[in-house]
């Protein structure tokens, strides 16, 4: 097979907007016929098989050069580490809360954080959570039914003290070195986990700031909170720290991971919490729950494969450089895809995966550093995720809240989702948060 990359087609880019439409058609219409979390009910791989098939259609070749490009996308190194990479996390995920890892942070954040500042803390432990286990869902799930104890013991605005939970969520699922957005984001732009999260955090942690200062002086409880007592085991805590910590210190991710699920292990064998049996129970249900992502990335290596050897990509990023004339404006140019596509498709990790090329294209062609280009695909994937009302995280946690529950309301307390936002923009025209490129330029061992 001739591995050249045709000239631009715009029929090749057809396959890729299948699966897009398709995907947001079905929740559109699941919507209007009143289906619970519509947008969720289509299983996405399956929808990335329609694309596929529409690419045998469309794309020039026999079918056995086709079948190879498709191959030859889902084997990507890149694809292969990143699936890999997923089950690993889900593995340590599923371990670390069966340890009781998830209750000890939740109490431990409560029994340390002040209530008069119930919001910012429920801001920050859901943070921490979030940070801690990669999963904004999760953390919403797990920080909401406090949120709503704590807003109605205390006098607090209801809607902003669940909108607190899912902004700190939402931080934490952006910066996460074991969030499936930020794997996605880094391995797409063939970056560092470790040098993203330094050039994300100097966005990021000044728009918590703000955030926190506002939910200090407006999200205080109007009486007092009942002072409760929290008890944990800072054991089942040190699983999280010891991923954090190693991650930022630029230990290998395999390596991270590998040794959270073992440091969890051992203490789940340490406290009676599983049998060794059971343990490799844990780890297998692990692995099986992320299997929807691990099939979504890597048939969607192999369709972007498909695009990219028909000429679908280079057709766009001609259409796409019309309008683009240097660094800013195709910053702007990637925010506006990932952040499109997240509003269509309902899902940031998807939303990552279906830039991801054409991210990395840009980047190249208007010398925008891929670090740089990493943090703002995960940046506004995560500030969409967590505004759209038939997200997961919006719609769980209005479901959660009852009778009273509102998307619409949640969305306009959301603070921090907009402050990340206008940070991140202003970061294009003046590059105040550009500080650890320039002093860590890449090397091919950075790559």
Partial sequence: ???????????????????????????????AQGVDKAFYQLPSPVAV????????????????????????GCGNSNIVIMCLIYLL???????????????????MGMSILSPRYASAGLFIISAFISISTGTSVGT???????????????????????GSVIGGSMLGDNL?????????????????????????AMIALPAAMVTLLLLVIYGSPEVAVPAKEYSYDLVKVLPYLFVLVSALAGLNVFVVLTGGILLSGAIGLWNGAFSPLGYAQNIYGGF??????????????????MVECGGGIEWVLGKVSQVIKGRRTAELGIVGMVSVTDMATANNTVSILINGELAR????KHGVDPRRTASLLDIFSCVFQGLIPYGAQILIAASLMGSGGNPFSLISSCWYQYILAGFAILSIFIPYADGYIKRHPITDGDM
């Avoid at 057809?14 to 699941?30: E, K, N």
């Avoid at 996460?176 to 994300?200: C, Y």
């Fill in 176 to 200: 996460s070195i074991i969030s499936d957005t930020t794997i996605a984001a880094t391995r797409t732009q063939g970056v560092r986990m470790k040098d993203k999260f330094n050039t994300n």
């Fill in 49 to 72: 098989i329609l694309g596929i098939i529409s690419a045998f259609f469309v794309i020039k070749g026999t079918i056995d050069e086709k079948f190879e490009m498709l191959v030859e």
């Fill in 1 to 31: 097979m001739n591995n050249e990359i045709s000239k631009g087609n715009g029929k090749a880019f057809l396959p890729l907007a299948v699966f897009v439409v398709f995907y947001l058609a079905t929740g559109m219409v699941l919507t």
């Fill in 140 to 162: 919403v799930v797990a920080m909401t039914p406090i949120g709503l104890g704590i807003a109605e013991a205390g006098g607090l605005n209801v809607a902003l003290a669940v």
């Fill in 361 to 364: 294209q840009l980047s190249l």
């Fill in 288 to 305: 099986t729950g992320m299997m929807d992502i691990f099939l979504l990335s890597m048939l969607m290596g192999g369709l972007a494969r």
């Fill in 89 to 107: 996390a889900g593995a340590f995920t599923t371990v670390s809360r069966e340890i009781g890892g998830v209750e000890a942070v939740v109490n």
